[in-house]
């Protein structure tokens, strides 16, 4: 029983590894589906928009609200938006962009295939001589890689607009002085390494969803653990890579 | 003589310990309707799934067309389907794409420098041809069980296939339009000119559209013939009670 799982959990690795090989060779060969890929980044990226708005806004108020008693002990309530920009452009705006998306984004995607494996669909594209994978996964998988850094940059701004009102509100502290200290505690490395992160967590939501549909079985039992499992799965992989980029870039910081 | 179309030699297919295809020997000829008939779950649909390359025999042959299908290329394997229309069971109608956008989706993919004009007359056409044009503008859950079967139908339509394979085409329909079907299976024929396997367990379809039967028992062809002398000289109880051929004929 032990051993069977073991082999299991080797053989879905296989899979997966055989799936993201399979992307990297689809991508660069002919005929390139680019209609499909601006639907899919509209349908990720504009979608996804109010729920971001949302989220972003409250993440900046929230954290600015928590963060002030601490630094008023020591007195210290002016550096409220560097400490913010900080956090929110190295590891929250990326980090609840991707959780965000991969609630959203990576259940869609993997109900949506799994759906359409489920009643033959992709067998149907498959008959009619398209491939299925490069209309299905390499472009769902492209949008999402694209989309969740623009999305990211939207989520930085816009908690960063949060977390201004709550300072204004508070501090008396003005539009310019608020985003003059925002922009002079982030560097290049800061943005440089929050994009790059999120370009990963963009195709991780993406291949993660594409793979647990284009996997499912069991009918439509198997579309809803699908679109569960890439949701889980996805999100597990974005703390990891979280915690992979944060070495990352200490190591970067510290040359 | 007529030509082969699809010759079948010694298929065999297991699921894990389910053998469910056993050195099958099959023969279609130009032409002709074939009516595959057996239970659910006797592998009918497997049968047809390998001879578009979807599933791979454990051994045997199957050549389609004059090309054994395990043996191509991707490549070479989308050319022969291009030639071969497979009509699914649960129509498999492209949910998020209007009916248009599903008839167009083969066209635009395999014909190269098809103008808009062209393009929305060969949909219309054939659109017309299964009686659904008014459906050209909705989505494929607008539309009611039988439409979504002879949308499914336009679908193989539009590239004029050679031959046309149909999975379970009157499942889950009522009588008045599993009659519907059958009738334009047989108008599909007539006016494309096609060759079919017809996969089913319904008689009325089997009887009203094949030219000619094959049973599908334990894995095996257990005869092959018109519906009349497959099941007036059955010997094997299990066609004569499945079928019930004296229903029919009342």
């Known amino acids: ?255 | 003589m007529r030509d082969t179309v699809i010759e079948i030699r010694e298929l065999s297919k297991s699921f894990g310990d389910m053998d469910v295809l056993k050195n099958v020997d099959l023969d279609l000829f130009s032409g002709e309707n074939l009516v595959v008939l057996g239970k659910s779950g006797s592998g009918k649909s497997v049968l047809i799934k390998i001879m578009v390359g979807l599933l791979t025999q454990d051994s045997g042959t199957a050549i389609v067309l004059g090309r054994e299908v395990s043996k191509l290329n991707p490549k070479e394997l989308n050319q022969l389907r291009l030639k071969i229309g497979f009509s699914f069971q649960a129509s498999a109608l492209y949910d998020s794409m209007t009916v248009r956008e599903n008839l167009e989706f083969p066209l635009v993919r395999n014909v190269k420098n098809l103008s808009k004009v062209e393009k929305d007359k060969l949909v219309e056409e054939v659109l017309d041809s299964v009686g659904l044009l008014t459906t050209i503008n909705q989505m494929p859950s607008e539309l009611s069980g039988g439409q979504r079967k002879r949308i499914g139908i336009a679908r193989t339509l539009i590239l004029k296939p050679d031959i046309m394979l149909y999975d379970e085409p009157t499942a889950g329909l009522d009588p008045i339009t599993c009659m519907d079907i059958n009738n334009l299976i047989n108008q599909v024929n007539n006016e494309y000119k096609t060759t079919s396997i017809i996969i089913t367990h319904d008689l009325t379809c089997a009887k009203v559209t094949g030219d000619r039967m094959a049973v599908l028992l334990d894995g095996k062809f257990d005869k092959t013939g018109k519906f009349e002398e497959i099941f007036e000289d059955a010997t094997d109880g299990r066609v004569k009670s499945f079928y019930d051929y004296n229903f029919i004929k009342q």
């Open chain 1, 1 to 255: 029983m032990f051993s069977k799982r073991i082999d299991n959990f080797f053989i879905g690795l296989e899979r997966a590894f055989k799936f993201v090989k399979k992307f990297f060779i689809e991508v660069w060969v002919p005929p390139y589906e680019f209609n499909e890929v601006i639907r899919q980044c509209y349908r990720i990226g504009y979608n996804s928009l109010p729920l971001i708005s949302l989220t972003g806004f409250i993440v900046g108020i929230v954290f600015t609200n928590q963060s002030r008693p601490s630094l008023s002990e020591f007195g210290a309530t002016s550096w409220l938006p560097s400490l913010i920009s900080i956090a929110v452009v190295r590891a929250m705006g990326p980090l609840v962009t991707a959780l965000i998306a991969a609630g959203k984004v990576g259940s869609s995607i993997g109900a949506e295939i799994g759906s359409m494996k489920v009643t033959e669909q992709i067998d149907a594209m498959e008959v009619s001589a398209t491939n299925p994978f490069k209309f299905l996964v390499v472009t769902r998988v492209l949008a999402s890689t694209f989309m969740i850094p623009i999305l990211v940059l939207y989520t930085d701004f816009i908690a960063l607009v949060g977390s201004f009102i709550n300072v204004n509100v508070n501090e008396m502290v003005s539009l310019s002085t608020f985003f003059v200290q925002v922009f002079d505690s982030i560097s290049f490395l800061d943005i440089t390494s929050s994009m790059l992160k999120s370009l990963v967590f963009g195709f991780t939501i993406g291949i993660v969803g594409c793979y647990k549909g284009y996997n499912s079985t069991k009918g439509t039992e198997g579309v809803g653990k699908a679109a569960n499992s890439a949701v889980v799965m996805a999100m597990f992989l974005i703390f990891i890579e979280e915690l992979l980029s944060l070495q990352i870039t200490t190591f970067f910081r510290q040359l």
